[in-house]
């Protein structure tokens, strides 16, 4: 497919030339190179360079060459560790020296046996202490356990010497203490240097070896394309018969991917909707109020998926799971594409997951706006890009930060810590302060601008790259279901691949960007506190059942701790909500009876049954709800739960105020109270 024919041109990651234009020397991946930290300086002999970054100048290996940079890595430690620093393409030649062949051997060579030296210099220091104080140097180093008696006999041969047995007991103390495992320490440090120049030789090799994951992931991406294209994921299935869309009309995209469960409730109905698999949910789209709504032209296309956040479904299992339930056999995450043809209707299954938008408002990535990008380093395996925003936003964030910082300055200077701390016995400090910049997630170092002057600017092309090809597998399915399939006949000739092409069969609908919500967003709570004001005797409220749930819980737990005959998985086990068994509850819907205006909290009263000699006996139950965990049913209106879904601020959020609205909905339209 050509540039112009895509959702979105591709970002250029640019190119980089890494030849010496004075020399003709080239960096090749895997090369010894020395790296010194300013050009002023002048270049250390051979044996004066080590591994370490923290030294003026330092010998690693080429892991990495990008577009506008290399990156150079020292050898790895004993444990795994090592350091890398990038180099910008601008200072190549004036802060990095390539080795030759010979040097480098030499320098291994080198360094190795320096590290021997000094582990056997440090071995002989162990056997002269051994000595002075009467001890056998094989117990110490080899652990020689036939040498007990050899010890024995010199130590009674060193005491027998001594003049001041005190003086040799704290010689004896010290080496204990301090001077024998100060030995063993600096003998490990030397055997992990000696370890590192030893093993230092095949990392040339296994970073070459690394290279290959990037011709895998071409690889990947041209079989995803395959795959895409000719439907070896997916499966097509007509959901709706009828006479399809005229021959000429265009096939509009929504850039909005939607939610099942969340669009069940533009038209939810008094009883709640159950979808127990995929087919059913074909059947309520099919019908013509709802795919009019969801797919308004006579060629549309929609992304579906069940559920924005499945973690978050949590409740009580009474008052909100029969109101929407989708219990689909596939998964979440799994993409439906519902197809609109005229009156036909078909869904597409596939396994990719698209983005929260389908295609991006205009272009990705305009060159015209300079870009800020947040980079996290410190990674084993590379920087990682945590964001990417606008310099305009950056600047705006800058100026927010410098004015915390002022404020924060002002108020040490109003509020001298000694004299605050001595007021506020238990508070802290640094947290009373304004701002407390410790935790405001913003450090201006990690920023940097997304041009050829960052080391990271392949990593934001990367990340744009990889967004452009998410966005253009849309172009790449349509394209297999305009040749493979019958959903979209008759049509003429497309052919997506081209600018013009792609004009002619498509129109991209922006009905994302176009959403535009009109000051603030509906308070639910807000609303239940206009309603509650208006609660009095005969009132009917909600939630009263899953506070008492939540209340049963907390003793159910205590019960369970305390009971040593269950597994400890049992007795440790967290309960959201408990309903003991033969136990009513207040119930889902309650009628006050007792309530005083202004009050707090109100009195729920309810029967149990109870066995006793004679038989079962009625036990009266009481619990008192704060007013702020119910919901006044009888000062709601019919149709007041549409203003939380029309917001689509809210409508995502509807967990927050769906279970209490659709009670109400319900009980205003008389069905049976669920239990």
């Avoid at 020689?144 to 130590?155: K, L």
């Avoid at 967290?574 to 068994?581: D, G, I, K, Q």
């Avoid at 009888?634 to 659709?662: I, V």
Wanted: with cysteine; aromatic share 10%.
């Amino acid at each position: 497919m050509s540039e112009s024919g895509k959702l979105i041109n591709q970002v250029d990651s640019g190119s980089g030339d890494f030849e010496s234009s004075a020399s003709g020397v080239s960096l090749v991946l895997g090369d010894w190179v020395l790296v010194r930290q300013s050009e002023a300086e002048d270049w250390l002999p051979i044996e004066q360079i080590g591994v370490s970054e923290e030294g003026d100048q330092w010998f690693g290996c080429i892991n990495k060459i990008g577009s506008n940079f290399i990156q150079i890595q020292t050898p790895p430690t004993k444990e795994g560790s090592y350091s890398s620093r990038r180099v910008h393409k601008d200072e190549f030649w004036s802060r990095i020296k390539i080795m030759t062949p010979s040097d480098v051997s030499i320098l291994f060579s080198m360094r190795v046996q320096q590290y021997k030296n000094e582990s056997d210099d440090l071995l002989e220091e162990l056997r002269v202490l051994s000595r002075r104080l009467g001890l056998n140097p094989a117990n110490l180093i080899e652990g020689a356990a036939g040498a007990q008696e050899e010890s024995s006999g010199r130590s009674l041969s060193v005491l027998n010497a001594q003049d001041n047995i005190t003086q040799y007991q704290m010689a004896l103390k010290g080496a204990k203490d301090k001077g024998i495992p100060e030995i063993f320490s600096r003998l490990k440090v030397a055997h992990s240097k000696m370890y590192t120049w030893m093993s230092a030789a095949s990392l040339p090799l296994v970073i070459k070896a690394g290279d290959v994951k990037g011709y895998i992931g071409e690889i990947e991406d041209k079989l995803l394309n395959l795959d895409l294209y000719a439907g070896l994921s997916e499966k097509v299935v007509k959901c709706r018969e009828g006479e399809p869309a005229p021959f000429g009309e265009k096939l509009r995209v929504m850039q909005r991917r939607l939610y099942m469960d969340e669009e069940c409730l533009a038209a939810y109905q008094a009883g709640g909707m159950r979808f127990g698999k995929i087919a059913e949910f074909d059947e309520w789209l099919s019908k013509p109020e709802n795919m009019l709504r969801l797919l308004p032209f006579p060629r549309t296309v929609v992304a579906f998926q069940v559920r924005r956040k499945p973690a978050e479904r949590k409740w009580d299992g009474s008052m909100f799971s029969a109101f929407v339930q989708i219990a689909l056999e596939e998964s979440d995450k799994l993409t439906f594409m519902y197809i609109r043809n005229g009156d036909q209707l078909w869904r597409l299954n596939t396994s990719i997951v698209f983005e929260e938008n389908i295609f991006p408002d205009g272009s990705l990535y305009d060159a015209s706006e300079p870009m800020m990008a947040r980079v996290e380093q410190g990674y084993a395996s590379g920087p990682r890009l945590d964001q990417m925003i606008t310099k305009r936003e950056f600047d705006v964030l800058v100026e927010e930060h410098k004015l915390k910082e002022k404020e924060n300055r002002d108020w040490r200077r109003d509020n001298p810590k000694k004299e605050w701390e001595a007021k506020n016995a238990g508070r802290s400090y640094e947290f009373a302060m304004p701002h407390s910049l410790m935790y405001s997630g913003f450090r201006q170092k990690d920023w940097h601008p997304v041009d050829k002057s960052s080391v990271f600017y392949d990593e934001c092309m990367e990340k744009l790259s990889s967004q452009v090809k998410k966005y253009n597998r849309i172009a790449t399915i349509l394209q297999g279901i305009f040749d493979r399939s019958d959903v979209l006949h008759p049509h003429p000739p497309v052919q997506l691949w081209t600018a013009q092409g792609f004009m002619d069969a498509i129109e991209l609908i922006f009905d994302a960007s176009m959403v535009i919500d009109n000051g603030e967003k509906p308070d639910f709570l807000e609303f239940q506190k206009r309603c509650n004001a208006k609660l009095g005797i005969g009132s009917v409220i909600v939630g009263q059942e899953k506070y008492w749930k939540k209340k049963e819980a907390i003793k159910e737990m205590a019960r369970r701790q305390a009971d040593w005959r269950l597994t400890e998985g049992e007795r440790y086990r967290e309960l959201e909500y408990f309903h003991p068994h033969g136990n009513p509850g207040p119930g889902l819907y309650y009628t006050i009876e007792k309530f005083k205006p202004g009050a707090t909290m109100i009195k729920c009263d309810w029967e149990k049954e109870r066995w006793v000699r004679n038989g079962f006996k009625l036990i009266k139950c009481t619990i008192n709800v704060p007013v702020d965990q119910v919901l006044n049913i009888s000062a709601y209106q019919p149709g007041d739960f549409k203003r939380f879904f029309a917001d689509h601020r809210t409508r995502a959020e509807y967990m927050s105020w769906a279970p209490m609205l659709l009670a109400a909905e319900d009980w205003w339209a008389n069905a049976e109270p669920q239990k």
